[in-house]
């Protein structure tokens, strides 16, 4: 099936630090790509969506110049939290469609776990 | 009102019980249905896909839509405690759109 991989699986930081997170879908193009945050014993909460050659769309409330997100390839999208503080430790993951047909549907990253110290 | 409601359970059930998890929408617009376990630490992974109202099987999950109510249900015959996991539901209004997600139902299938 649909493969999705995310680098790196978990990460550890100091406040005030930048982070950089990337999602690959591994054999076939994804030309949106979804990011989500989750917090524990809660469910997924969309952050944004990744767009190859044009600005992510962010959800309301997710400040853009906090989440840095760029699709740079066909395969390829990175999310850098930038000026991590410890609420923004929490479990991101990405998703993306496996086509463009209607009846496409998601597959999703391993996660990236973030701690921010 | 959230758009998509599921109990969160914890919900505990024997070896080889018949589980029923379910999510109830607001959106009407939702076309497109889907289930996808998590363990835990680990992302979700999909387990089944429906399209509009219907049944759909796959193996040991049967996965029911009825959009007149505006309820989904999964269905897990024969469980095993490798099914221990949270369920999530999520849907949307076109394939390939941005998924709206339930809180997630955790289930404990115990020996």
């Known amino acids: 099936g649909a493969v999705v991989s995310q680098h790196p699986s978990r990460v550890i930081c100091k406040s005030g630090t930048s982070v950089k997170i990337e999602c690959r879908s591994l054999?076939?193009?994804?030309?949106?790509m979804f990011w989500y945050r989750q917090f524990p014993k809660q469910s997924l909460m969309l952050m944004a969506t990744?767009?190859?050659?044009?600005?992510?769309?962010?959800e309301q409330g997710v400040e853009k110049d906090k989440f840095l997100i760029n699709h740079a390839s066909l395969t390829l999208s990175t999310l850098t939290v930038t000026s991590a503080h410890p609420e923004d430790s929490s479990f991101y993951i990405c998703?993306?469609?496996?086509?463009?047909?209607?009846?496409?549907?998601?597959?999703f990253g391993p996660g990236t776990r973030l701690t921010v110290l | 009102q959230k758009e998509v409601e599921q109990d969160p359970g914890p919900l505990s059930v024997p070896e080889g019980a018949i589980v029923s998890l379910n999510c109830t929408y607001s959106n009407s617009a939702f076309q497109y249905f889907m289930w996808y376990r998590q363990y835990s630490r680990k992302g979700p992974e999909l387990l089944m896909y429906?399209?509009?109202?219907g049944n759909k099987e796959d193996g040991r999950f049967t996965a029911q839509v009825d959009k007149s109510s505006k309820y989904i249900s999964l269905f897990i015959r024969d469980s095993q405690p490798s099914d221990s996991a949270t369920y999530l539901c999520?849907?949307?209004?076109?394939?390939?759109?941005?998924?709206?997600f339930g809180t997630g139902t955790q289930l404990k299938v115990e020996l």
């Open positions: 999520a849907m949307s209004t076109g394939g390939g759109n941005k998924l709206t």
């Open positions: 998703s993306a469609p496996l086509g463009q047909a209607s009846t496409d549907t998601q597959y």
């Open positions: 054999d076939f193009q994804a030309t949106t």
């Open positions: 429906t399209y509009s109202s």
């Open positions: 990744s767009n190859e050659g044009s600005k992510a769309t962010y």
